[in-house]
């Protein structure tokens, strides 16, 4: 795989990066950030070390040490341990990334279906 490929390959799908690129303030407001903070964020898509435990996508603030890191999944089936999962892989992204700020999770689910 050449190094071009590489750079152009998500851990997430890619309807999902695009759309956090396009209406990602309006998920994080959905998600309880604050307006005001909603527009400082930037995202990409993680892929956490070994296993490979993969996020949606992660809010970064844009500026350091202003707001704090989301992690997203998008949820298109019934997962009853969606939530246990998403927990693990913020704690790992975290201590990856040696990050010891307050993060915040969600899940959008793309039925309501999905949700229980």
Known sequence: MTDKKKA??????????R???????????LLGI?????EEYTFRSVVLK??????DTEGIPILEGQGKRVYIEFQGYTDKFIRDRLVSR??????QDKYANKALGGIVYT???YKK
């Open 8 to 17: 152009e390959t998500h851990g997430t799908d890619e309807p999902f990066l």
């Open 19 to 29: 759309l956090m690129g396009i209406g990602g303030p309006a998920v994080l407001k």
């Open 34 to 38: 604050a307006p005001e903070e909603a």
């Open 50 to 55: 070994d296993r490979r435990m993969e996020l």
């Open 90 to 95: 913020i704690m790992v992204a975290c201590a």
């Open 111 to 113: 039925n309501e279906a």
